[in-house]
């Protein structure tokens, strides 16, 4: 992950410890939780474990997301990103924004 330049005064302080203050650049570093392990979502884990980010959690048809009864495995989740199916995509909102998640919704066709 190519490293960005960072203005920030020294006693910048963020939930995970983003901005390293010690040098001049940001490191990001996201734990993310993965809802739908198609073909999209498993590119997108690749392509977020290849960028240093941590996959924390996948939830899929076989360990749904709205089955999960342990709500503190979010806790450790920066992000979730959702690409699972369209006949479920309101449902897993609503369920992100009671948990006041932040969420990528890239599953498509819900809205037809």
């Not at 392509?47 to 076989?62: D, K, L, P, T, Y």
């Amino acid at each position: 992950m190519p490293n960005v330049e960072c203005r920030v005064s020294n006693d910048c302080k963020t939930r995970n410890s983003l901005f390293d203050t010690r040098h001049s650049t940001l490191d990001i570093r996201m734990d993310i939780a993965i809802v739908g392990t198609g073909k999209t979502g498993k590119a997108v884990e690749k392509m977020a474990v290849e960028g240093g980010h941590a996959i924390v959690a996948r939830f899929n048809s076989a360990t749904p997301v709205l089955d999960h009864e342990d709500d503190s495995t979010f806790d450790a989740c920066d992000v979730v990103i959702d690409f699972s199916k369209p006949e479920l995509a309101l449902a897993h909102i609503a369920y992100y924004c009671n948990l006041n998640l932040k969420v990528v919704m890239g599953t498509t066709g819900w809205y037809d």
